[in-house]
Nanobody
Framework: QVQLVESGGGLVQAGGSLRLSCAASGSIFSINAMDWYREAPGKQRELVAAITSGGTTNYADSVKGRGTISRDNAKNAVYLQMNSLKPEDTAVYYC?????????????????WGQGTQVTVSS
């Protein structure tokens, strides 16, 4: 039932900006950490930015100073603002969240992934 739906990807020229959005829906009891990952062709999936439920953030060195992760707990949403985009930022970006749901057997806590959204930065 839990789903993460992403939006905001697209084709942008180098130096431009994008704001990626991800909203979680379903029978959610709580959301802990929320993260953005990306996977470029021929490369491993890497963590771009992370934010805890308390607002503590962490960024990959490659996006420090250019990316900002934020969340809206009331909307079960996480955002990634990326500025000064470079061609090497081209990748599929995935939203990830640690979510607790309530089952008949008790609580279940695990990671959930969005479907991914393509970001392409042209020279």
């Amino acid at each position: 039932q839990v789903q993460l739906v992403e939006s905001g990807g697209g084709l942008v020229q180098a130096g431009g900006s994008l704001r990626l959005s991800c909203a979680a829906s379903g029978s959610i009891f709580s959301i802990n950490a929320m993260d953005w990952y990306r996977e470029a062709p021929g490369k491993q999936r890497e963590l771009v930015a992370a934010i805890t439920s308390g607002g503590t953030t962490n960024y990959a060195d490659s996006v420090k100073g250019r990316g900002t992760i934020s969340r809206d707990n009331a909307k079960n949403a996480v955002y990634l603002q990326m500025n000064s985009l470079k061609p090497e930022d081209t990748a599929v970006y995935y939203c990830h969240a640690i979510i607790t749901i309530i089952l008949d057997s008790g609580r279940s806590t695990r990671g959930y992934w969005g479907q991914g959204t393509q970001v392409t930065v042209s020279s």
